[in-house]
């Protein structure tokens, strides 16, 4: 009897056509990330064995010909010396068709065991990634994971029911200057007080303006960033107990014509574990800011018992001044666009796409059968080890719903770190 061979590649679905997949959008011009990450970062593994198929689910049909064209533009046309091929790209659904639930089809014709990239508005992730699970598949779902801790909960289930890996898409985790920093604040006792601050330029709410202050607000879709960074530094050290939120008004209303928060401040309160000392946290972000020399502003400062750790994430000490661009301060640590002297794509070892081929690499050996879905726990930002970020948010959110109340996090008697409802 012979035994199978190993699976050396995995096909991969990405849901969602937008910025961040494909680069395309309405201000593709104006991004950093004209050239998205997702779809290139998956034609590039592809060029390197990992990476079977490809294919893209979106809603809108009759926008498919303008993605193809501008894949093709930018990315195929950007690297000839990598040989991508845009055109072996599927997409769902019919050119001719409107379809939110095209996804499922995609998930269909996937083999089991695919990767399924999730990157649609925040409130479309819960359902996605449960379809996925429970196809089979290995699901990365853009941050926030889902909106509320049930839903956070409940695919926590659904992967461990269905044996797959599921997991946040927290590139921050892999940036060596924010990793370095967990590992030295590890060791600097208790935490006492953290801070940070992340923005958006004001006309990514044009970007944003199907979903932006109606079904997801600035919190989700900025501050989990810094919370999950938060959560993973005192993983199993502190626990959040207690959150308030602000928000600012005003810019947003005007650009979208609707109620829409500028600004939002989650202020949250944690316990620090055995000791029963107390520390505070802010972490505010905005989408009202003016155009600067960073398409995203970003920095923060956490203060423990024994010592403290600054970092502005903007600024890397690379400036570019251009006649075309103006001036500019570039981080080529997330992802590196500019293709080397041969014309080929060379940003692989750029934060923002190792996060990616972890995950793939992950999933193999899943499929493989050499490592577990749990064995990935203390290396991915994985579902299960996420929802304290979950939390934060959801209950910042109903702080604000109910006028700025304070919103209390409860946790299992089994498990001090296992947040099971808000009140």
């Known amino acids: 009897m012979t035994t199978p061979l190993a699976q050396s590649t995995v096909s991969v679905v990405c849901v969602g056509t937008g910025e961040y997949t494909t680069g395309y959008g309405l201000n ?4 950093d990330k004209g ?6 970062t998956m034609l590039d593994l592809k060029r390197r ?11 809108s049909g009759s926008k498919l010909p303008s993605i193809r064209e501008h894949m093709r533009n930018g990315i195929e046309n950007s690297y000839p010396g990598s040989k991508f091929d845009t055109s072996a790209i599927k997409t769902y659904p019919n050119d001719t068709l409107t379809d939110p639930l095209a996804y499922k089809e995609a998930l269909d014709a996937a083999p089991t065991g695919s990767v399924v990239t999730v990157f649609t508005p925040d409130d479309t992730h819960f359902s996605i990634c449960m379809d996925a699970i429970q196809k089979g598949h290995h699901v990365l779902v853009t941050k926030p994971a ?19 890996l ?3 898409e927290m590139h921050k985790r892999f940036d060596p200057i924010y990793s370095d920093a967990r590992d030295r604040l590890r060791n600097l006792g208790p935490l006492g007080y953290f801070t940070s601050y992340m923005s958006q330029p004001k006309h990514q709410l044009q970007t944003f303006k199907a979903w932006a202050g109606t079904s997801s607000d600035i919190s989700y ?5 810094h919370v999950d960074f938060c959560q993973w530094v005192f993983d199993k050290k502190a626990r959040p107990i207690r959150v308030i939120a602000l ?13 829409c928060e500028d600004t939002i401040s989650l202020h949250v309160t944690w316990q620090n574990l055995p000791s029963n000392s107390i520390g505070i946290s802010s972490f505010t972000s905005s989408w009202s800011a003016p155009p600067s020399d960073v398409h995203s502003q970003q920095h923060f400062h956490a203060q423990c018992h024994g010592g403290e750790v600054r970092v502005d994430q903007a600024h890397r000490g690379y400036t570019i001044s251009t006649d075309a661009n103006g001036f500019a301060s570039s981080n080529p640590l997330f992802f590196r666009y500019t293709p080397d002297a041969d014309g080929c794509f060379s940003g692989q070892q750029a934060y923002g796409y190792r996060s990616f081929e972890l995950f793939v690499r992950a999933a193999l050996d899943i499929n493989n059968g050499s ?3 749990g064995d990935f726990d203390g290396k991915l930002a994985t579902i299960g080890t996420t929802v304290i970020t979950s939390a934060i948010l959801e209950a910042g959110r109903k702080s604000l719903d109910a006028g700025g109340i304070a919103v209390e996090i409860i946790y299992s008697k089994e498990d001090e770190f296992q947040p099971i409802e808000l009140k």
């Open 371 to 373: 490592a577990t879905p």
């Open 49 to 59: 064995g990992l990476v079977s198929d490809i294919c893209i689910a979106g809603v």
């Open 221 to 225: 879709y900025l501050n989990s960033h």
């Open 166 to 168: 599921v997991a946040v």
């Open 146 to 164: 889902v909106m509320t801790l049930q839903d956070h909960l409940s695919l926590i289930a659904a992967g461990k029911k269905h044996n797959v």
């Open 35 to 40: 050239k998205g990450v997702v779809v290139l």
């Open 28 to 31: 593709s011009a104006k991004t």
């Open 247 to 259: 928000a600012a008004t005003g810019v947003a209303e005007k650009e979208l014509g609707r109620k």
